[in-house]
Nanobody
Framework: QLQLVESGGGLVQPGGSLRLSCTAS????????SAWFRQTPGKEREGISC??????KYDDSVKGRFTISRDYAKNTVYLQMNSLKPEDTAVYYC???????????????????WGQGTQVTVSS
């Protein structure tokens, strides 16, 4: 069973950048689709990006600012976040599911592996 651990969150000023990492242990996730979600208090969890061997997807709210990538050798998925805005403030979660389909990867109910989350705060 894979276990996922996120890192890289923190406090950044508007317009700044952060890179989140999600490292898998307990197996190789070459055959998994990986995704990033975020959640703020009182709001629904939001799927923002996913990656598989077949490609990547982005929510419109982050398209052009965030980039998802994967390093198979390091068993790690990254989320490079640029031009950060205060509304990007949230707890960010990494998730994974077996298979290569990116269909429905905005839907958290379709993922069964989750990290513990990392806080990202965008504020001056």
């Amino acid at each position: 069973q894979l276990q996922l651990v996120e890192s890289g969150g923190g406090l950044v000023q508007p317009g700044g950048s952060l890179r989140l990492s999600c490292t898998a242990s307990g197996g190789a996730w070459d055959f998994y689709t990986s995704a990033w979600f975020r959640q703020t208090p009182g709001k629904e969890r939001e799927g923002i990006s996913c990656i598989s061997a077949l490609g990547t997807k982005y929510d419109d709210s982050v398209k052009g600012r965030f980039t998802i990538s994967r390093d198979y050798a390091k068993n790690t998925v990254y989320l490079q976040m640029n031009s950060l805005k205060p509304e990007d403030t949230a707890v960010y979660y990494c998730a994974a599911r077996p298979g290569h389909s990116t269909s429905g990867c905005h839907d958290g109910s379709l993922f069964d592996l989750w990290g513990q989350g990392t806080q990202v705060t965008v504020s001056s």
